[in-house]
């Protein structure tokens, strides 16, 4: 997976078609959208929780939203 570490997000989300290709369980957040850097919002899947990522042998459990990204398969936000 490609990540992108972005430290102006204050989520984590992840690419609508990965988290389809992993068979994430994607709990349904209705009306949920995000705003994104060029200010457009756009609307999310739902959310993908305690998803354990490994970064460098270290095992994280992220919550993820879902985002239909282009260039990145996951966004990791930092703030």
């Known amino acids: 997976m490609v990540a992108l570490v972005d430290t102006g997000s204050t989520h984590t989300f992840i690419s609508t078609s990965i988290a389809s ?38 095992k994280f459990a992220i919550d993820c939203y ?4 282009a260039d990145f398969d996951m966004v990791l936000g930092v703030r």
Do not use: F, Q, W, Y
């Open 21 to 58: 290709k992993l068979g994430l369980h994607v709990t349904p957040r209705p009306g949920l959208s995000v705003k994104v850097a060029n200010g457009e919002h756009v609307a999310s899947g739902g959310l993908c929780a305690s998803i354990d990522v490994l970064i460098t042998n270290e």
């Open 66 to 69: 879902m985002l239909p990204l």
